[in-house]
């Protein structure tokens, strides 16, 4: 076996026990890193680990999903880069089944999307429902970009009004 550097991974730490395995705890967690975090099917993961020099089953990277997913999808969630304290949060009218929708969608400084919402009216109450949403999850940006003036003024002092950028 070739050893791969598996660097986009998340890293293994002491509180999953990988003992008894064949394999490394490094290419165990990126098989389920890998099968989780893409649209892949097993037999891609076990191709995907074919070309870097790793031989195994589709089987076993299944057995390894089943066995590890849960904690390293806890690990990576509790280990994951805090979001930026940056946010743009924009709106678009979109058409599903020949309706005016508005998707609000509110990203980042880094590009993450950190919601998305999709309302069949645009109010104050949508964008506030959108905004409450984000703020108990994430930690309160210290700027906010919207092209929806009234949200800015309501949840922040410190905002950049976009509502002439078209």
């Known amino acids: ?7 986009a991974s998340p890293s293994t730490d002491a509180s999953i026990s ?8 490094d290419v165990i967690s990126y098989a389920v890193w890998l099968y989780y ?22 089987e076993t990277v299944q057995d390894w999903a089943a066995k590890f997913g849960l904690a390293i999808a806890k690990r990576i969630r509790s280990t994951a880069l805090g979001r930026g304290d940056k946010w743009h949060l924009d709106e678009v009218v979109v058409t599903i089944n020949g ?7 509110a990203v980042d400084q880094h590009g993450s999307v950190l919601d998305v919402l999709v309302q069949s009216h645009r109010d ?10 984000l703020l108990r999850r994430h930690v309160r940006p210290r700027w ?5 003036e009234r949200i800015s003024r309501d949840f922040f002092d410190q905002t950049v009004d976009l509502s002439d950028n078209r």
Not at 18 to 25: A, D, E, I, V, W
Not at 127 to 132: D, H, N, V
């Open 18 to 25: 990988f003992k008894g395995y064949r394999f490394p705890p």
């Open 99 to 105: 309706k005016k929708h508005w998707l609000w969608r």
């Open 124 to 133: 104050t109450a949508a964008a506030k429902r959108l905004m409450r949403k």
């Open 37 to 58: 975090r893409f649209p892949l099917s097993l037999r891609m993961v076990e191709e995907i680990l074919a070309a870097r020099g790793i031989e195994l089953t589709y």
């Open 144 to 148: 906010l970009a919207s092209s929806f």
């Open 1 to 7: 076996m070739k050893k791969a550097s598996m660097s």
